[in-house]
């Protein structure tokens, strides 16, 4: 099989690739529901998930519906999300999708992109993760690793996370943006690093445009550029 020369020639061997290597991809944040995690996606700007993985709980047993989260003291808020930062402004945000949530949706996560979007502290790609995760609807969520691989692999030359999302979204079948999306970033995080790319672990450096030559002597590539599990 020859390279794949075309944005979606390259995005659709993209996909083949990594759900081979990331068969098991999830959502790294715990929830049980989709308000869990809506608040956790909120609690998960400028954080890491394992930070809102520690956090969750108690706030998840203080609060444990869009109800109780509605009517709750915003310095009791503050107190239990403070280590996440940006607490005063998270506090906010999560009540007041708690607030949204109980007085325009009966309580429930909607799953309307154009409803999710008008709950405060949501945006496309918090909406796009509890579509795609929580209630098994296309969404493609774009972050900063999907975004830099996205660009690296040459799918695409847009900045604008809504251009990219809308670019990958035409090559890509929609049961798979949401995959998809989990597998960019665990390449992301694992290999395709921001600062020190590690492309002679990647299984995707034979046809990427921005790889740099891997070492035949490496023990980690197999023949294709395969990564071995370890």
Same mark, same amino acid.
């Given at each position: 099989m020859g390279k794949p020369r075309t944005p979606r020639g390259r995005a659709l061997e993209t996909m083949r690739r990594l759900a081979e290597e990331y068969p098991d991809a999830s959502c !790294? *944040? &715990? &929830?049980?529901?989709?308000?869990? *995690?809506? !608040?956790?996606?909120? *609690?998960?700007a400028q954080c890491t998930d394992a930070r809102v993985n520690m956090v969750t709980p108690r706030l998840f047993a203080r609060y444990p519906e869009p109800h109780d989260l509605a009517h709750a003291d915003p310095a009791e808020v503050e107190e239990i999300i403070r280590s996440t930062g940006f607490y005063k402004n998270k506090a906010r945000s999560l009540i007041g999708m708690a607030e949204a949530l109980v007085d325009r949706f009966g309580g429930e996560v909607p799953s309307d992109m154009e409803d999710l979007t008008t709950i405060p502290g949501v945006g496309r790609k918090t909406a796009n993760v509890v579509r795609s995760v929580a209630l098994g609807l296309p969404g493609l969520p774009v972050d900063t690793h999907v975004s830099r691989l996205s660009r690296r692999l040459g799918l695409t030359e847009q900045t604008d996370p809504v251009k990219i999302e809308e670019e990958l979204c035409r090559y890509l079948p929609p049961g798979e943006w949401g995959p998809f999306s989990l597998r960019l970033i665990l390449h992301g995080r694992q290999v395709c690093l921001a600062r020190s790319p590690r492309c002679e672990l990647c299984v995707l450096a034979d046809f990427c445009p921005s790889a740099r030559t891997a070492s035949p002597a490496s023990p980690h590539v197999k023949k294709g550029g395969r990564v071995k599990n370890s």
């Open positions: !790294a *944040l &715990h &929830h049980e529901n989709p308000y869990q *995690l809506l !608040a956790a996606t909120i *609690l998960s």
